[in-house]
């Protein structure tokens, strides 16, 4: 008898320390899946950007440096999160494909500055990156983004046009 007792106490704290590593294992996925922000106050949704040639003469020979066109355009990004507001979240700037390019070109470059509480950084179209991360403070978060982009003339359209989106992540 004391044989059984103990079996079926050592099968009771068995199945108590696996209901808790599940439980466990359940809150460590519990994180919030992404969450697409409003961006409806920015100044803009689609990104039209002014392109130059890289060299002052694009038309000498086929040099791959000379086909290089720069693309330049600064747009306000405000973002509602007043749903979020007191909470610790992370905010990406997702970067869907280009939207008048059929292939990437595998050297183009999307690069952006900021001028307040956002974070500088690099991006590939079809990719997400981390912008803000921290306690939401207000009702609405913004910042100005300065947008570089870099590519090969050849592989581009007669402007460069994409319509990045912010997700947010909560923790």
Not at 139 to 147: A, E, L, Q, S, T
Request: hydrophobic residues 45%; proline residues 5%.
């Amino acid at each position: 008898m004391n044989r059984h007792l103990a079996g079926a106490g050592l099968a009771r704290a068995l199945r108590r320390c696996m209901v808790l590593i599940c439980l466990g294992l359940l809150a460590a996925g519990a994180q919030a899946a992404p969450v697409r922000l409003d961006d409806s106050l920015s100044s803009q949704q689609r990104v039209v950007m002014r392109q130059e040639w890289r060299d002052a003469y694009p038309n000498q020979g086929h040099r791959p440096d000379l086909m290089t066109v720069l693309a330049r355009a600064t747009v306000e990004v405000r973002l509602k999160t007043e749903a979020y507001v007191g909470r610790n979240a992370r905010v990406f700037l997702v970067l869907p494909t280009l939207a008048n390019t059929g292939a990437l070109p595998a050297d183009l470059r999307i690069e952006w500055r900021t001028r307040g509480a956002m974070r500088a950084g690099i991006a590939a179209p079809g990719t997400r990156t981390l912008v803000f991360e921290g306690r939401i403070g207000a009702p609405v978060i913004g910042d100005w983004f300065d947008f570089y982009v870099t590519a090969d003339s050849r592989a581009l359209g007669s402007n460069v046009q994409f319509e990045p989106y912010f997700d947010l992540e909560t923790e």
